[in-house]
Nanobody, 133 residues
Framework: QVQLVESGGGLVQAGDSLRLSCTAS???????????MGWFRQAPGKAREFVAATIQTPVATYYATYYADSVKGRFTISRDNVKKTVFMRMNSLKPEDTGVYYC???????????????????WGQGTQVTVST
């Protein structure tokens, strides 16, 4: 069983930055390193949407990253496999970035489907991000 716990959300003003963290418990750090890790968000009254993912490539020490168009250039996903933690640095935040941010783990390498919720096996409880004008 894998448990994911997010942290780092909060209330900020437009233009500010935040860093979200998601720490996994259950897998060894070696197993965690093979997981595809993603961030999704859900704004009030809207469906949950893909934000970013980090995926191990066939060159095991290299990880590819993918982003939703709406956050490219502003958000950066990264991971520390030893700490079993994935991060998302969010810069130049906008009011439309407001929502609950969820961390998700897929037990393996997910490539073209990394933006689909159904590709992921485990989810965190979410952390609220509110960006005011």
């Amino acid at each position: 069983q894998v448990q994911l716990v997010e942290s780092g959300g909060g209330l900020v003003q437009a233009g500010d930055s935040l860093r979200l963290s998601c720490t996994a418990s259950g897998p060894t750090f070696s197993t965690f390193s093979s997981y595809t890790m993603g961030w999704f968000r859900q704004a009030p009254g809207k469906a949950r949407e893909f934000v970013a993912a980090t995926i191990q490539t066939p060159v095991a020490t290299y990880y590819a990253t993918y982003y939703a168009d709406s956050v490219k250039g502003r958000f950066t996903i990264s991971r520390d496999n030893v700490k079993k933690t994935v991060f998302m640095r969010m810069n130049s935040l906008k009011p439309e970035d407001t929502g609950v941010y969820y961390c998700a783990a897929a037990l393996g390498r997910v490539t073209t489907a990394c933006g689909l919720e159904t590709s992921y096996d485990y989810w965190g409880q979410g952390t609220q991000v509110t960006v005011s004008t």
